[in-house]
């Protein structure tokens, strides 16, 4: 069933020498909560001394004040990117150190101990049109799904082929028209690939297969008691990526669901949500007392609202609209967001897992790619969620085609199939990561308790911990890490720089501010393409 992936990758092998995919470019994004010495969710300001979140490239908040959030430029490489990485967070680090209150990063995907959902503040972006639309937009996320599930971190891997692979790839492929039309619509192709494929990747890296009990705020759960601090599933892989995560759980009811078909029909099913009305959102109210409590009452407030795996994307100017962007310039790269935080490695995220994931994406790129049918799409939300509650139970089977297969034969499949993809990637590299990459991956199929998920519960029982100290353990790891990293002052100096230009801008932003902000969003919501 891979023949067209392995057609394509010989004749690209032979047409293109020895390196086609060379410059890929590659970047990176991590969340990661701010928390006290004993482990609490932060409740301080985002520091000064990191700079503006709303306007700094590279560090800024996510939905809490208390989430940081590391971006990397792109990058042409993986080791560059995580070289980009671990600067940025060795940066925050000793910014934390020299404050007071000695925060530290926590290291994984779920939270720490929560104190209800006013235990979380909401991030803040100044008094600009732009910062209070950020922050509406959150505190209405806070009211539509909850707090606590907000603070759920993640990494992102961005990811986009290089400039020069598109036109040997379009002329391999016969494709006659426009050359941004035939790239937006090899990366739906991958996206939808991504889709029936992803179930692979919260087995191979999910790590949140247990939480505190205090996420849950005693609501009543399915999860089975670790411990009196602790819920987990026995073969849980990625709790983040299951049912107690932050998904769009009223789908069905709302009669939203975006469609990957084309850049066309998923650009207008995400306008359509952000202009439909949705009674239960409109119960909430728009402005309650003088303040915004939502942007609006529609089933989306924004596009970003919608949960995806992965996502099109493209770069957004100032005041546009993310799918107006993708509509006047197509798909520039895509991001891939079912990404568990990594415990064990003090980036949350490693070289061997990137070296997978790049040739994962290239392989769902050149497997064949029809539209996904209705039937697909309930067999795709099936497995997804399936492999996060159950990956690793060896009787687990997964929908293909209107047949049940196991999970670890189709994964055996798979990854057998990217083995000459990853061949040629490793061209140029004399101790070939890729290859060594997917081996590591492979094991994992063969024997689950490689995984991350069960390398933590079988510490946390070794250990006799709960998931809060498991937790907290690691995050001190990770902490002495950081700290104890050779100093480097010249890229200190840009990051204090940058800090300090990113304050500039933002007060620029509030010093031109003239437009009311109802004003302001009625501007926003009725431009058109």
Known sequence: MYRIAEQRLSTLVNRGGNRPLAKSRIGLEKESLRVSPEGHLAQTQHPLALGSPLTHPYITTDYSEALTEFVTPPCTDIPSALNFLRDTQQFVYNVLAAAPEHERLWATSMPCVVAGETSIPIAQYGDSNPGVMKTVYRRG????????MQVIAGVHFNYSFPDAFWPLYQEL???PGNRQTFISEQYFGLIRNLQRFGWLVPYLFGA???????FLGGQPTLLDSFDEHTYFQPFATS????????????????????NYDSLETYTASLMKATETPYSEFEKLGVVVNGRYEQLNANILQIENEYYSTIRPKQIVDPFEKPSHALLRRGVQYVELRSIDVNAYDPLGISERQLHFLEAFLVFCLLHESPPISEQERKDINHNELSAAHRGRDP????????KKISLKNWAAEITEAMTGVCALLDSGHEDKPYTNALAMQAEKIKDPDRTPSARMLAEMRQQDEAFFHFALRMSQQHQAYFQGLPSNPTREAEFIQQAEQSWARQHELEASKKEPFAAYLQRYFSQSV
């Open 141 to 148: 996320l806070g009211h539509r799904y909850g707090r606590v």
């Open 173 to 175: 492929e016969q494709h």
């Open 208 to 214: 949140s297969p247990a939480v505190c009990k205090s």
């Open 239 to 258: 709790l983040r990526m299951g049912d107690i995560g932050y998904q769009n759980n009223k789908e069905a009811e709302m009669g939203v669901k975006a």
């Open 395 to 402: 009787h687990l089977m997964l929908n293909r085609n209107g």
